[in-house]
């Protein structure tokens, strides 16, 4: 028998609002544990709450950007659930009315491309942080991130493999990127992925046990939990057996899921209206307001990409993955018009540092006139292409030395003197006898050898192009 997996995942978007969301304490990642905490974030008697503004705005946001219906009306509740990292005991959300209802992100993944349909977005306050010491018989509490407003999006059961949920994931934080409403740091815990999976067989339409799983704050922890779960659920089914409805928390230590405590239900948190904050509502000024604000979004900006710059589906995807990197290669464009050649250097080049270094392409000193006037030197024999990539972009990039000027202080620009690299390449041909008679019988490739001998005598500025005609015109003579 044949059995598919089917999940529904809870993504919770932490919201980059300066203060929490319901006082004004700050929500900076890093700070000294307990030091951004006050009276209403630790639930000390006798406080009032008050809803920031500024994260229904990012979460309505959110909401129009996936085609969400946004309610009008909505409402705080309390849920109630001990944990040691919940001062109050309950935990501010929104339960009967939440802001957002229904919206779909559509994803690409396993050559196609799939909408995933969403049931709702709501608002809530984040938890505390509890902090495990393996070396004491206790745990420490960290209050700093107690009342930072998340967005939680939960998806329908309509993922069916784990690269159908890391498509989805990656999507949807691209989206919130492009919205600034949340940095996407998996890391940092200001995206965080909840998944519920069941398996049932192929073809059926009964949904099997559902299990929770928590702890997985990278794409790849999502992937190989994801992995685990179902091939377990999978291996308890063929034995005849039925997996129990629990949540499970994945260890990366040994890539495996274990019990962590029986799956709550919906009553089991006791929901009710908060009776200390408002009602919130929301016009249709505000929506109207929102809708004009919101940015050109991957998936649009991806398909403009490929139809104005001519660019593949591959290339468009990897550079709207993150607004700076598409606004610095549209900014380059602007002053070097050949889009495909623009984004060949950045896809190797650019992004080969950018990974090295495990930044974003802001916080580098490149800047799109360089990289313009770098190609610029290269088109007209200034450079070769391969002192630009060798020895002039790591400059550029690292330093944010102006291209032009550093090839001029360092003599790198390229040697085209036809008298000078003929002499050079009959000296290659004279030391490399036996290379030349593997030409000659027919081994052309042979002619990369002696362009690179040639480069080499040059200290790589010898213009290639210049160096191939008289190398083939010697030894085709």
């Known amino acids: 028998m044949e059995f598919e997996p089917v999940i529904g995942l809870e993504v919770h978007v932490q919201l980059k609002t300066k203060s929490k969301l319901f006082c004004s304490c700050s929500t900076k990642f890093g700070a000294t544990p307990n030091s951004q905490v006050c009276p209403i974030c630790t639930g000390q008697p006798g406080v009032l709450p008050v809803l920031n503004k500024e994260a229904i705005h990012y979460a309505l946001k959110l909401a129009l950007a996936v085609g969400a219906k946004v309610n009008r009306l909505s409402v705080m509740a309390r849920k109630h659930y001990f944990y040691p990292d919940l001062p109050k005991n309950y935990q501010i959300s929104q339960y009967e009315l939440p802001l957002a209802e229904g919206g779909a992100i559509e994803i690409e993944a396993n050559g196609s491309t799939k909408l995933i349909n969403l049931t709702r977005i709501h608002l809530e306050e984040d938890a505390g ?175 403009r990409f490929m139809e104005e710059y001519g660019l593949s589906s591959y290339e468009a995807g990897i550079l709207v993955e993150e607004k700076p990197l598409a606004d610095f290669f549209e900014d380059t464009v602007k002053l070097y018009a050949k889009p495909k050649t623009v984004a060949n250097f950045m896809l190797t080049e650019v992004l080969r540092y950018l990974n090295r270094d495990n930044i974003s392409i802001e916080q580098t000193q490149l800047k799109p006139e360089f990289l313009a006037e770098l190609l610029n030197l290269v088109d007209d024999g200034t450079i070769s292409i391969t002192i630009a990539k060798q020895q002039l972009f790591p400059e550029v990039y690292e330093k944010g030395i102006a291209p032009k000027r550093f090839v001029e202080e360092r003599g790198l620009k390229q040697e085209s003197s036809e008298e000078l690299l003929r002499k050079l390449c009959e000296e290659v041909i004279k030391e490399n006898p036996s290379e030349v008679e593997k030409y000659r019988s027919g081994k052309k490739g042979v002619l990369g050898f002696f362009v690179g001998q040639v480069m080499k005598k040059t200290g790589g500025k010898a213009n290639p192009k210049l160096v191939n005609q008289i190398l083939t015109e010697l030894l085709e003579g």
């Open 129 to 303: 942080k509890l902090v495990h010491d393996e070396k004491k018989p206790y745990s420490y509490v960290d209050f700093n991130r107690t009342g930072t407003p998340l967005l939680e999006i939960v998806s329908k059961p309509e993922i069916h493999s784990t690269e159908e949920a890391v498509a989805y994931l990656k999507t949807l934080r691209s989206i919130v990127r492009y919205l600034g409403i949340c940095d996407g740091n998996m890391e940092e815990g200001s995206l965080r992925c909840d998944a519920n999976v069941s398996v049932r067989p192929k073809g059926s339409s009964t949904l099997g046990v559902k299990v929770e799983l928590k702890n997985m704050n990278s794409f790849k922890h999502v992937e190989r939990a994801l992995a685990f779960e179902i091939k377990r659920q999978t291996a308890l089914l063929l034995e005849g057996k039925t997996p129990v409805q629990e949540t499970r928390l994945y260890d990366e230590a040994t890539q495996t899921t274990h019990p962590m405590r029986g799956k709550e239900e919906a009553h089991d948190y006791c929901y009710f209206p908060d009776p200390d904050l408002i009602e919130v509502r929301v016009s249709e000024e505000w929506i109207k307001k929102i809708k004009e604000e919101l940015p050109e979004l991957p998936s649009a900006k991806k398909a």
